[in-house]
């Protein structure tokens, strides 16, 4: 069974920069397409970008495009966020996900995706 584990969120002032870290355990981990998820509070949960198993496509949602970039290192079982020129809207809880079915087309909707973080709570200040 693969667990996913997100770490590195916290306070940033706007403008500012953080990298957020998800550890991939168990399971065929090197076929699994991954992404990045945010929800806000009373919103719904969308992706923010994501990353084929393969690592030559990735896919950012309009509204992070030319600010976040989402890599993985497979020999240490991660997958990063890369957020630089953060904005208020940024603010949410940050989720990792992890398709299973080996395709490395990147899905965009929840229900796509099979493996689920906890959640890392990213908060950017005026």
């Known amino acids: 069974q693969v667990q996913l584990a997100e770490s590195g969120g916290g306070r940033v002032q706007v403008g500012g920069s953080m990298r957020l870290s998800c550890a991939i355990a168990g399971g065929s981990r090197y076929t699994i397409t991954m992404a990045w998820f945010r929800q806000a509070p009373d919103q719904e949960r969308e992706i923010v970008a994501g990353?084929?198993?393969?690592?030559?496509?990735?896919y950012y949602t309009d509204s992070v495009k030319g600010r976040f970039t989402i890599s993985r290192d497979d020999a240490k079982n991660t997958v990063y966020l890369q957020m630089n020129a953060l904005k208020p809207e940024d603010s949410a809880l940050y989720y990792c996900a992890g398709d299973r079915t080996g395709q490395s087309t990147i899905k965009t909707m929840r229900w796509q995706y099979d493996y689920w973080g906890q959640g890392t709570q990213v908060t950017v200040s005026p």
């Open positions: 990353i084929s198993w393969t690592g030559d496509a990735t």
